[in-house]
């Protein structure tokens, strides 16, 4: 089932002198259920804008087409969740607490939203930390928290088979590199409960192993768009970095690697 499909998508915003500065240009690719997406960029590349334009928090010209995600706010928030890329909270909620938070949007009761704020848990390696305080945890596993939240709050489909649509900002920020892997590995998992997810990475690695699309991003532009393989590329990753680069093959995953030489 198709999620999402943008068209010609631009954002634009006025300047300080008040020409309009570009943010995003064109963008253009659509998503099924059940599919990962990476955008992908040096900084200042449009990434994180057009995560919010697609979350609605920036206007935007061209097509963005979500037919089957809902309009009311509430309604809305069951198929559609974000997780941006800094989550601010300084009360004094236990880890359990702040994911149970996802189930705001529900009315699914007391029993079965305790089931699913566990499962979240266990999915994120988080069950031997429910009982801590939030604001105790690493930064690494307050973004495991974080993740677990928005998980929580489109685990099930709330009408039948209707869509699911989850945006990540950056979902890798404060993790080492084992727990890195776990959580993309996770969101992969996630993924296969029939939720398209779109996410935006700096680690080029990372996103060429675990996402099946890659959206490659620069001032604005997209510069190539499609399987880690066809978009991962010398040519590619020189034009979007500055550098010269090397293009290995994982022998564990078989995914390109970007190595700067």
């Known amino acids: 089932m198709q999620v999402i499909e943008l068209k010609n998508l631009c954002v634009s915003i006025k300047s300080q002198s008040g020409a309009l500065k570009d943010l995003v240009s064109n963008a253009s690719f659509s998503l099924n259920s059940g599919e990962v997406l990476a955008i992908i960029g040096p900084n200042g590349a449009g990434k994180s804008s057009l995560l919010k334009a697609i979350d609605g928090q920036l206007t935007h010209s061209g097509t963005l087409s979500m037919p089957d995600i809902a309009q009311h706010p509430q309604a809305r928030a069951k198929q559609l969740a974000i997780l941006p890329q800094q989550s601010v909270l300084n009360f004094p909620f236990t880890v359990s607490e702040v994911v149970e938070l996802g189930r705001i949007p529900h009315a699914t009761g007391k029993q079965a939203d305790i089931e699913i704020v566990q499962e979240a848990l266990k999915l994120m390696d988080l069950t ?3 009982h801590r305080i939030y604001t105790e945890l690493s930064g690494g596993e307050q973004q495991r928290t974080q993740l677990a939240r928005v998980f929580c709050q489109i685990w099930h489909a709330p009408e039948g088979d209707a869509p699911r649509l989850l945006l990540l900002d950056e979902p ?6 084992g727990h890195q ?4 590995q996770s969101i992969q998992a996630f993924a296969a409960r029939g939720v398209a997810v779109i996410m935006v990475l700096h680690n ?4 060429a192993r675990y996402a099946g699309r890659l959206l490659a991003m620069l001032d604005s532009q997209t510069i190539a768009y499609g399987t880690p ?11 979007l970095f500055g550098l010269p680069v090397e293009i290995l093959r994982s022998a564990q995953s078989g995914s390109p690697v970007v190595v700067g030489v």
């Open 229 to 239: 393989d066809e978009v991962v590329n010398q040519s590619n990753m020189e034009q």
């Open 172 to 177: 890798t920020t404060s993790l080492d590199l």
């Open 204 to 207: 080029i690695n990372l996103a």
């Open 128 to 130: 031997h930390l429910s």
């Open 181 to 184: 892997h776990f959580l993309m």
